[in-house]
């Protein structure tokens, strides 16, 4: 009998610490409500945190190979673009078409521009943070993005 004494004593001590940690849980969680209006739990806060922490490192590759693609897009228009304009500059002067300076043709102008200003845009915004010698526009734009966020 007295092992079963130790054994309904100790039963009886795990069942009151429940009910105490259940108290516990329930006035904790009624003041976080008090204090914390509209459900925003610390901890869950806490918890929410970690998991955009763990998400990411994966969002910063996907941002790679997405600036690399882009670049790569930009690299094959430019130089497929200025090959044309070339091609075709060379057969307006063959057939005594004269040939329109690039300063006078709009079209190249503002194709230009746009490169040049979307290049100085995230130049500008990544300066501080270059590595010298990195004139890499990927690595530019994902830190201005990052940077920005």
Request: charged residues 25%; aromatic residues 6%.
């Amino acid at each position: 009998m007295e092992h079963n004494q130790a054994v309904d004593g100790l039963l009886n001590l795990f069942s009151t610490a429940n009910r105490d940690l259940s108290t516990i849980h329930h006035k904790l969680h009624k003041e976080f409500q008090q204090v914390y209006p509209d459900h925003a739990n610390p901890m869950k806060l806490v918890s929410r945190l970690k998991k955009i922490e763990e998400e990411m490192s994966s969002l910063k590759d996907q941002c790679r190979e997405l600036l690399a693609a882009k670049q790569d897009l930009i690299d094959k228009a430019r130089t497929l673009l200025v090959g044309n304009r070339t091609q075709l500059q060379k057969f307006q002067a063959s057939t005594g078409v004269p040939v329109m300076r690039d300063a006078d043709d709009p079209a190249y102008v503002s194709f230009n521009q746009i490169i040049d200003e979307w290049a100085t845009q995230v130049k500008s915004k990544t300066e501080d943070e270059e590595e010298p010698g990195s004139n890499d526009i990927n690595q530019m734009l994902f830190s201005a993005i990052v940077q920005s966020n």
